[in-house]
């Protein structure tokens, strides 16, 4: 196999070398796609390469610093999980006996679909520009490096590519016995470089397309047992040339003991590399078409420009994040670079996201991965919390993760319309429903006891959030049993989703703080829980919610309880999930949403409203985190988008928006094309659920699509903010149907054209409340008034109508 290798790349560069073909750029080829620079500030901040099977986190200015936390400094560098392939790589130039090393670029410039680095070295007339994707369902990264050369001599010398190599298991490995040793030369006659584990089955290769002239060893800086080397080549650049040298690192490992991963690791290698002339610039043309097609799936045209870029590129980040590992499963990951494995609770916001933009195969495969998992380890229908890539599962599941399942499986529904799918998790749902009201529920008042989306230490009672998500899964498993035709459990879910709701708006309200409760508790508990903050509070300087905890504090001890009751402690943002999810009475909801608008800064809320600060009147700045890593003090972007969501569900859509443009400030804040979990710029550079408080907002609230795919039926009521007087938004995948909207407004007057590929399919659109001069611009087509509910309606199968109104 080595001769093989050697032989195949000395036959390539003959034929580069004789062949006067133009030196080509695989950048060039991306003129006509988006992209974005980033800031010159940032670029000591990571980015993503990003592929289904391998990935590749390093920093702006292209070198690969140990980051991450999870595996303190490992979680940077390439990776082909459950295995890390590379700490990382350098390219040095020796000019006129002088070593340059590409170590801090001057630009980063991102695309959907790779990322370029752009490195300028004036005193030697050269420019050199790094390019790097990784192939659709490849284990390879593909790195081109162009050498311009402005001066006006040639310009000769050798190109020395280091690698340092980490074949290294991945977070929890050593659950599964996957025990790290050190990295050995696999194929020393070969002219590229195979390294292997030398105790597993784990190897990377790398090389370029024309044989080194040399090969050399290297003593490596990087922590663990990594092999450190390079491939040096002499180069030519003539006067006003380019000289592009393109290389590929492969990855092959074995879980299962089949001990194929050897050949493998060749025939990853050659896929690419036997023909790299070819089969690079074919690759990059797959991807690149591929991100063409999802920016053409629900797709935006509004007046902010902001917004509609970064509902773009959210779509891009979304299969940035889907993470294959074909002897485990595939789904989405939460982000990177910390948390690229699989999550419960991260998945049931995101994927809800990825439905309303047509984002299905992730759906599908994610939640197809959670419930066998989740039946394996736990086999009670409680879905698990996160689990690495090596299929370790860390957390058996926090109690919320179980009822936002069986909301998850409805939502997909109403967009997929497939029976089969229904029935497929409908016994997972019956399950977990069941553990939560026994297991979970043991004072038998509906509501489950535990650990909900808030992971501060004691606050595992009876969470505000969990009572929330129960409603939502018992009233949508009426609707998935109703489907199914278990009509007796259909009503038995929906008469303890009713229930719930009563009972949620009562004992968890508090009328003093104009909000829903953290949680219901002993005053123990309490008062346990007001030590620890109180501490929290004084430590990061907030002396109004000391005065304000010493105040509960005060209350409770003058007014003992010998059962538990609510307490509003910590003003965490799950206290707004009663609106999200759509329970509040509306009294309630204008109180709590108003109250709300306390916690909040020019990136959006904050995690634990205790934490807030001052920085409300700019949005300048980064977020100081901890030197261990810590959420205290944080910003996110899943209550921003909870919050979203809740503002269009009381019909306030210019307060939606609000918080919208909010976390839309994040967006390339630090890293072009992506927002930060931790707003603007902590934790994960990419994150899942961020296109929950964009895609859902967006498709279902202000366009208005409620789909039921099952009955090929979709609903249209608009509820836009005031403005965006024109706006569009093509291609929603329902079903099998294709619907667009397109809206505008003058002089008072809105109109709607709605167009649908399937002219089997009824289109329903619903006109506001207390609209006026309601009329159809569509011959045939006539407005009708439910009396029931006294709305004014169209009904039409054809592929294109139009309507106008005068709002209220």
Partial sequence: MRNFIHFATAALLIVSCTSKKEETSLAQSTSDSPFIEGKESYLGSPYVTAGDRVYMVGYQDGTFPEIGWHIKGEMG???????????????????????????????????????????????????????????????????????????????????????????RPTWLGDRTKMIDSRDIDFDPESDVWVVKDSLNSWYTMFGADRPSDSKERHSSEYKGNGFKASLNYDISVNAGATETIQFAIAGAYDLDGSNTAKERIYANYLDIMEDPDTWIPKYLAEKKARYEDLAGRTKLTIPDKDIEQAFEWVKYNCDWLVRTVPEIGSGIGAGIPDYPWWFGVDSEYALQGYMAIGQREPVYNTIKLLDSVSEAVNGNGRIIHEMSTNGAVFNPGNINETPQFASLIWKVYQWNGEKEFLQKYYSTIKKGLEWLMTEKDADGNLFPDGFGMMEIHGLDSEMIDVAAYTYKAFKDASFIADALGDYQMAQQYYETAEKLAAKINTQFWSEEFNSYADFIGTDKQALKLIEDAIVR??????????????????????????????????????????????????????????????????????????????????????????????????????????????????????????????????????????????????????????????????????????????????????????????????????????????????????????????????????????????????????VNTKEETGVSVVKSNLKNFRVAYQPE
């Fill in 77 to 167: 560098g390439i990776w082909d999980h459950p295995i890390k392939l590379m700490d990382g790589f350098q390219l040095d130039l020796i000019l006129d006996g002088e070593t340059v090393s590409l170590e801090k670029a001057d630009r980063f410039i991102n695309y959907p679909f790779g990322n370029k680095h752009i490195y300028n070295l004036e005193s030697h007339g050269l420019q050199v520009e790094r390019f790097q994707f990784v192939p659709d369902e490849k284990e390879v990264v593909i790195v081109q490096f162009s050498i311009k050369n402005h001066s006006e001599t040639e310009k000769k010398g050798t190109l020395k590519f280091i690698g340092s190599t980490d074949l």
């Fill in 537 to 782: 509070a004084d430590t990061l300087n907030k002396p109004w919610a000391v005065e304000e905890l010493k105040k509960t504090r005060e209350a409770i001890l003058k007014n003992p309880s010998a059962t538990p009751r609510p307490f509003v402690l910590h003003h965490n943002w799950v206290v707004n999930t009663p609106m999200e999810v759509g329970l509040a009475s509306p009294d309630k909801a204008q109180k709590a949403l108003a109250t709300a608008e306390n916690y909040v800064n020019p990136f959006g809320v904050f995690v634990t409203g205790i934490d807030r600060d001052e920085s409300a009147g700019s949005d300048d700045g980064s977020f100081k985190g901890s030197k261990i890593f810590s959420y205290t003090g944080a910003v996110m972007t899943l209550p921003t988008g909870v919050q979203i969501v809740a503002e269009n569900n009381y019909g306030r859509p210019d307060m939606a928006l609000n918080y919208l443009k909010r976390m839309t400030r994040t967006f390339s804040y630090a890293l072009p094309g992506s927002i930060y979990e931790v707003s603007p710029d902590y934790g994960m550079v990419t994150q899942a659920w961020n296109v929950y408080g964009f895609a859902v907002p967006v498709v279902e609230q202000f366009f208005g699509i409620t789909p039921n795919a099952a009955d090929k039926k979709v609903t249209i009521r608009p509820q836009m903010p005031s403005t965006w007087k024109n706006a569009s938004l093509e291609n929603v995948l329902v079903g099998d149907n294709e619907i667009s909207i397109y809206f505008s407004e003058k002089e008072g007057m809105q109109t709607v054209e709605i167009s649908q590929t399937k002219d089997s399919w009824q289109v329903e659109f619903q006109f506001p409340e207390g609209a006026t001069k309601i009329s159809s611009q569509t011959e045939g087509i006539e």
